[in-house]
C-alpha cells in the first residue's frame, strides 16, 4: 500500500468535512503547537482560559512568535468559523471544539501569548 503525502491527507479530510482549504498555508510551527495541546487532566479541560495556558506552558520555551503572527491572520476578520474549524482540525488535535469555539480558543490564546510576551522569561 502506497503511503500517503500530507497534502493528500488533508485534501481527502477536507472533503470529508466539506470545507474549503485553509486561508493561507498552515505553518509548521502553528501544527506543532495545536498537536501538543492535550486536554485530557480535569484542570486543564476546566475552562478554554485554563486550556490555552496549558498550551503556552507546553510550548517549554519555544518562540511563540510565529504561532501569534498566524492567530493574528486567522482573526483578522477575513476568515470564517468553517476555516477557522478546517485549520484546528487538519492537525488531528485531541479535543475540538463546536462551530464557533475555534475562534474564541484562538482569541484566548493570542491574548495570553501577547501577555507572555511583556512578561520577561
Do not use: C
Not at 6 to 28: C, F, T
Not at 99 to 120: C, D, N, S, T
Amino acid at each position: 500500500m502506497q503511503k500517503q503525502s500530507k497534502r493528500q491527507r488533508q485534501s481527502k479530510r477536507r472533503k470529508r468535512l466539506k470545507m474549503r482549504a485553509p486561508p493561507v498555508e498552515i505553518p509548521q510551527a502553528f501544527e506543532q503547537f495545536v498537536r501538543s495541546i492535550y486536554p485530557e487532566t480535569p484542570v486543564v479541560a476546566d475552562s478554554l482560559e485554563s486550556m490555552a495556558a496549558a498550551a503556552i506552558e507546553n510550548s517549554y520555551g519555544n518562540d511563540l512568535r510565529p504561532v501569534l503572527a498566524y492567530l493574528n491572520e486567522l482573526l483578522d476578520g477575513g476568515h470564517s468559523d468553517a476555516e477557522l474549524q478546517y485549520v484546528w482540525s487538519a492537525q488531528s488535535p485531541r479535543y475540538n471544539f463546536s462551530l464557533g469555539g475555534h475562534r474564541v480558543f484562538f482569541e484566548e490564546l493570542r491574548r495570553q501569548i501577547i501577555a507572555k510576551q511583556g512578561k520577561p522569561g
